[in-house]
C-alpha cells in the first residue's frame, strides 16, 4: 500500500490533499489543491482571528516600531554608544544629546539604540535555539519510547532541579559578558521546561492514525516526528517561541541588573537600567528611558502573545471571558 506524493495528514488524522482521480496534474492542479488546501484555510481563520484582537494588533505595532528603532535609530545621531564627550558629563535631554548623557558623556540615545538591538538578539536567538531542541528531543523521545525516552525525560528533571540562574551568571562573567557566550549558556539550561511540555503533547498526537499509518508504511521516527507530529504541535510550538522571548528579555535584565550579563562597553537594555538606578535621584533620565522601552518591549510581545492562543484556541479564549464575566458578576 502507497499514498500519493501530495497527501498529508492533518490533525483529525484524515489524509487530506488527495489529487482526485481524473483531476488536472502539473502546475495549475498544484495551485487548485493547494488553494484548497486545510492548512491554507487554518492559516487564514487563525489570521484573522488574530487581526480582529485590537490588543494582539497594538502589539504587533508596538513591537515593530522598536525593531525598526533598533535597526535604524543610530542614523538619527552622530554619536556612538562607546564614544565620550567630555565636553557634555551628565547633561539633560535636549540639544545635541537628545536623550541626555551619562556621567561618562555616552550619549544616551545611541546606548539605547545599541542596548535594543543586543536585547533583541538574544532574545529571539535564545528563544529560536531553545524551541528547536526543545521541540525535536521532547517529539522524539515520546514517540520513540522505551530507554530513550526514560534517559531523556531524566535528564531534564535533573536541569530543571539545578539552579540554572546561578550557573549562567558564573559562566558568563567567567567569559566576561559576552554576548555570545551569554546565548549559548541560556540555550542550555533553557530548553528543558519547554521540551518537558513538547514531550506530553508529543504522547497524545503520537496516538493518531495518521501517525500509525506511517509507522506502518515504514517511515522512521525521526521522519514522522517532523513530517507528522510537529506540524499538529505548531499552535504550542508558536505560542510558546514568542512568549520564551519574554522571558529571555527579563532573564537577561536580571543578569545584566545583578552584575553578570553583557559588560562594557557593549550594553543591553538590562545593563542601561542597571546603571541608570545608582544615579535616580540626579539623573533620572538615565532610568526611565531604558525602562520605558523594557516595558513596552515586554508588554507587546505578551499582547502577541495572547493574541496566538486566542488565535489558535478560541475555545479557550471564550472560556475565560466567561469566567471573567462570572467573577465580575459575583462581586
Do not use: C
Not at 488536472?24 to 498544484?30: R, S
Not at 547633561?91 to 533583541?120: E, K
Not at 537600567?273 to 518591549?297: C, E, H, N
Amino acid at each position: 500500500m502507497t499514498l500519493p506524493d501530495n497527501t498529508s495528514p492533518t490533525s483529525s488524522g484524515t489524509l487530506a490533499n488527495a489529487a482526485p482521480l481524473g483531476s488536472p496534474v502539473g502546475a495549475e492542479g498544484a495551485a487548485t489543491v493547494d488553494a484548497a488546501s486545510p492548512d491554507a484555510r487554518r492559516g487564514r481563520v487563525i489570521s484573522r482571528r488574530f487581526f480582529r484582537n485590537t490588543t494582539s494588533v497594538a502589539g504587533l505595532v508596538i513591537l515593530l516600531a522598536l525593531i525598526v528603532f533598533a535597526a535604524f535609530g543610530s542614523l538619527l545621531t552622530s554619536y556612538d554608544y562607546r564614544a565620550t564627550d567630555f565636553a557634555a558629563l551628565g547633561v539633560a535631554p535636549g540639544g545635541d544629546h537628545i536623550l541626555g548623557t551619562n556621567d561618562a558623556g555616552v550619549d544616551l540615545y545611541a546606548a539605547l539604540v545599541h542596548g535594543l538591538q543586543r536585547s533583541l538578539v538574544i532574545a529571539f536567538a535564545v528563544a529560536f535555539g531553545t524551541t528547536i531542541i526543545a521541540t525535536i528531543v521532547g517529539t522524539v523521545a515520546a514517540y520513540v519510547g522505551g530507554w530513550l525516552e526514560r534517559v531523556t525525560l531524566q535528564s531534564i528533571h535533573f536541569l530543571l532541579v539545578v539552579p540554572s540562574l546561578l550557573i549562567v551568571a558564573l559562566v558568563a562573567n567567567r567569559y566576561g559578558g559576552d554576548w555570545k557566550a551569554l546565548i549559548v549558556v541560556l540555550i542550555v539550561f533553557g530548553w528543558p521546561f519547554q521540551a518537558r511540555i513538547t514531550w506530553s503533547l508529543a504522547q497524545s498526537v503520537s496516538q493518531m492514525d495518521y501517525v500509525r499509518a506511517g509507522k506502518f508504511l515504514g517511515l522512521g521516527a525521526f521522519r514522522i516526528s517532523i513530517r507528522h507530529i510537529i506540524p499538529n504541535m505548531s499552535s504550542l510550538i508558536i505560542v510558546s517561541t514568542v512568549l520564551g522571548v519574554v522571558t529571555v528579555v527579563l532573564t537577561e535584565t536580571s543578569l545584566s541588573f545583578l552584575g553578570f550579563g553583557v559588560k562594557i562597553p557593549d550594553v543591553t537594555l538590562g545593563s542601561l537600567i542597571s546603571d541608570g538606578q545608582s544615579t535616580i535621584t540626579s539623573s533620572p533620565w538615565l532610568f526611565w528611558y531604558p525602562a520605558a522601552v523594557l516595558t513596552l518591549l515586554t508588554l507587546s510581545l505578551s499582547l502577541i502573545g495572547d493574541g496566538l492562543r486566542d488565535a489558535f484556541d478560541p475555545q479557550a479564549a471564550a472560556a475565560g471571558k466567561r469566567r471573567w464575566f462570572r467573577r465580575g458578576g459575583a462581586r
